[in-house]
């Protein structure tokens, strides 16, 4: 089954939970945390004290996307019982085991991220160890870019390193995504798909919820 995350990074926050809500009522997968340090990405967001805000006030998953350096040093913040997947870039790691095995003895599952310009071999060596992939299809930073077709390329590649290998990785895309190519973005073989603009910016929350994954089940 395909999921659905939106990114809480194009929510209104001044009515966070409420945003949440309506995300929830839409009928999706998982809330998508996007942790923007100021260094690894030219901007900053939030931090966990926000995640942590929504405890208990929604029932859907955490999918933290940390795009911090030294994630090392933040990542306990983020474990909490709702939190499901923690994911660090590997451009932001210079120990990329051991900040993976680090997230593991956290009790979360742990997730490798690469931007758009980072080849599918970077991460190569860390495949038998992760339990999700995420690859982005913006540069990381900001809300509401346009997606960069070479990046959905390593999609299908990865798909099928994955399944040569007998691993069971998930496969998670994020950045640029509408819904006009959702339908598209699924079919080269996602497994979890992001989106912030398309579905905060709408008018009717859970309606644009209910259409990206009507199309990405199709
Ligand atoms: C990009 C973030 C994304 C972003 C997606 O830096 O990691 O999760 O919020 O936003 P849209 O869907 O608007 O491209
Ligand atoms: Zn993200």
Not at 34 to 60: C, Q, R, W, Y
Not at 85 to 110: D, F, S
Not at 177 to 196: C, F, K
């Amino acid at each position: 089954m395909k999921q659905l995350a939106p990114s809480i990074l194009s929510a209104d926050f001044s009515r966070l939970a409420q945003d949440v809500d309506c995300i929830e009522a839409g009928g999706a997968h998982f809330i998508h945390v996007d942790v923007m340090d100021g260094h690894f990405v030219p901007n900053i967001s939030f931090g966990a004290a926000v995640m942590k805000s929504l405890e208990g006030k929604t029932k859907l998953p955490f999918d933290v996307h940390l795009m911090i350096e030294e994630p090392d040093r933040y990542l306990e913040d983020f474990v909490t019982p709702q939190t499901e997947y923690i994911t660090v870039h590997q451009e932001a790691c210079v120990h990329l085991h051991r900040t993976i095995q680090h997230i593991r003895a956290t009790g979360v599952k742990a997730g490798v991220s690469i931007n758009p310009a980072t080849p599918l071999n970077m991460v190569e060596p860390i495949l038998a160890d992760v339990d999700l992939v995420l690859i982005m299809t913006v540069n990381p930073g900001f809300g509401g870019q346009k997606l960069i077709p070479p990046a959905l390329d390593k999609i299908p590649r990865l798909a099928e390193y994955r399944d040569r290998a007998g691993l069971a990785f998930a496969i998670e895309i994020d950045g640029g995504v509408t819904p006009e190519n959702i339908g598209l973005v699924a079919e080269v073989g996602t497994d979890i798909i992001v989106a912030g603009s398309a579905i905060f910016g709408a008018e009717d929350i859970p309606g644009r919820v209910r259409e990206m994954i009507r199309k990405m089940e199709k």
